[in-house]
C-alpha cells in the first residue's frame, strides 16, 4: 500500500486532471435541485472527433478541471442514446459536441459548442455564471423589449457561438420591423449582417429604395450588402445537389436589371456557372472573355482553368487564341507541368504542332524531377507527335 501510495504521489498532478463527469441525467438534475450549482452537460455524440478532442486536452486540463468540478455539477450523455435523444429533441441540440449549463428547474442558462482550448472553455464557464451575459440573460432583455443595436448584435453574436439558428432569429425580428424603419441603425445593422434571402421583404425593399438606403448608410455599405447577398445566394445553388438548375435560373432571372458596383462581373460570373452546368460552351466561352477582360483576371490557377476548358470544348479559332494568352500568362507566374501542358494543348489545337511538342516535352520532364504521375503528359506528347 504505501508503494501504491507513494507511486501515486509521484504522477505529475496536470496527468491525474479530470472533469468529474456523472452518466444519470435524473441524479444531477436532483443534485442541482439541491445545492443550487448549475449542470454543465456535456452532449457528445461517439463518431465525433471534436469530442473525443475535448476528453483528451480540455477536460484534462488541471484548471479545467478543477474549475469544473468546484462550479457545476457535470454530466455527459451521447445525445444518440437514451435519454439524450430526448434531451437534444428538448434542448435542440443538433451540433457536437455541445456545453449547455442548466440550472435545477431544466432551463439553459448558457451554451456553447465546437472543440475549445482551456481557455476558451474556461472563459465559457465563466460567462455561464454571469448574471448579465448567458444567453438567458440576454433573452430575457430581449423579451423585455430591447432592441438596442450593441444588444442585438451581441444576442445574435452568442447565438451564434452557440450553433443556434442566429439568422433564423435575425429574420423573426426583422419581420416585426416597419419596412420604413429599415435604414434605421439596428434594424440595418441586423440586417446587414445576418439576413441573406433574395426574396425576403427587406432585401426587396432594399431593391425598390436603394438610394434612400445609400443616403442614409452609404453608397458602398449599401453596395456591399447587395453584392455579398447575391454572391451569397449563388455560392449556396453552387454546393446544392438538387434544384441546381432551377435555382440558377431564378437567381438569374431576379438579378437581371439589378445595379450595383460590381453586379456586371457577378453576373458574368454566374452565366459562366451556368453555362457550364448546362454544357453550353460557345456562351461559356464568351462570357469567359468577357469576365477575364472585365476583371483583368491574373490569377494563374483561375487561368489554368478556363483555358483547359477552351481546350476540351470550344473550337472557335479567336477565342482559342485568347485563351492561349491566359494560359502562357499562367505559365509565366507559375511554371508547374499542369499550365505548361494546357499551353501545349491550346497550341496544338490551333495547329502549332511543333511548339505543342516542345511545350509537351517540358511539362513531362519537369513532371518527372518533381515525381509526378506523367500519364497524362505522355499520353499529350504521343498524341501531339502523332504516334
Given amino acids: 500500500m504505501k508503494k501504491l501510495a507513494l507511486l501515486f504521489f509521484l504522477i505529475p498532478a496536470g496527468l491525474a486532471a479530470q472533469i468529474k463527469f456523472m452518466n444519470s441525467w435524473d441524479e444531477a438534475i436532483s443534485s442541482a435541485r439541491m445545492n443550487g450549482k448549475l449542470i454543465f452537460l456535456n452532449a457528445y455524440v461517439e463518431w465525433c472527433e471534436p469530442c473525443d478532442e475535448m476528453e483528451e486536452y480540455t477536460f484534462t486540463d488541471l484548471e479545467v478541471a478543477n474549475f469544473f ?67 438567458m440573460a440576454m433573452e430575457k432583455r430581449y423579451d423585455a423589449g430591447d432592441r438596442s443595436t450593441d444588444f442585438m448584435l451581441s444576442y445574435l453574436e452568442l ?27 439596428a434594424p440595418w445593422e441586423v440586417f446587414a449582417a445576418y439576413q441573406w ?40 445553388i453552387f454546393e446544392a445537389e438538387e434544384l441546381h ?36 460552351w460557345p456562351d461559356y466561352a464568351d462570357y469567359a472573355v468577357e469576365l477575364v477582360g472585365m476583371t483583368n483576371l491574373e490569377d494563374p490557377e483561375q487561368l489554368n482553368e478556363l483555358a483547359w476548358k477552351f481546350y476540351l470544348f470550344v473550337d472557335n ?11 502562357q500568362q499562367a505559365v509565366d507566374q507559375q511554371p508547374e507541368p499542369s499550365m505548361i501542358d494546357t499551353y501545349a494543348s491550346l497550341q496544338f489545337k490551333l495547329g502549332n504542332e511543333k511548339k505543342a511538342v516542345e511545350l509537351e516535352k517540358r511539362a513531362l520532364e519537369l513532371a518527372q524531377e518533381l515525381y509526378e504521375d506523367t500519364s497524362h503528359y505522355e499520353h499529350q506528347l504521343r498524341k501531339f507527335e502523332g504516334k
Fill in 159 to 185: 447565438l451564434e457561438e452557440a450553433c443556434l439558428d442566429a439568422e433564423r432569429f435575425a429574420a423573426g425580428y426583422l419581420k416585426n420591423v416597419e419596412l420604413q424603419d429599415m435604414t434605421k441603425e
Fill in 69 to 135: 468540478n468546484q462550479k457545476f455539477i457535470s454530466v455527459k450523455l451521447d445525445m444518440e442514446d437514451y435519454p439524450g435523444v430526448e434531451l437534444a429533441e428538448e434542448y435542440t441540440i443538433g451540433v457536437f459536441p455541445s456545453f449547455l449549463f442548466i440550472n435545477g428547474n431544466g432551463e439553459v442558462v448558457h451554451r456553447g459548442c465546437g472543440a475549445m482550448d482551456a481557455n476558451q472553455f474556461l472563459a465559457l464557464a465563466e460567462d455561464a455564471l454571469s448574471d448579465t451575459i448567458t444567453l
Fill in 245 to 280: 438548375d432551377f435555382g440558377m435560373r431564378a437567381l438569374l432571372h431576379s438579378f437581371k436589371d439589378v445595379t450595383f458596383s460590381g453586379s456586371d462581373t457577378l453576373r458574368l460570373m454566374m452565366n459562366l456557372h451556368y453555362s457550364e452546368y448546362t454544357e453550353n
Fill in 317 to 327: 479559332k479567336n477565342q482559342l487564341e485568347i485563351a492561349s494568352t491566359w494560359a
Fill in 197 to 236: 434571402d433574395i426574396y425576403s421583404r427587406e432585401f426587396l425593399y432594399l431593391l425598390k429604395n436603394k438610394e434612400l438606403f445609400e443616403d442614409s448608410v452609404g453608397q458602398k455599405v449599401v453596395n456591399a450588402k447587395l453584392y455579398d447577398t447575391y454572391l451569397s445566394q449563388y455560392q449556396e
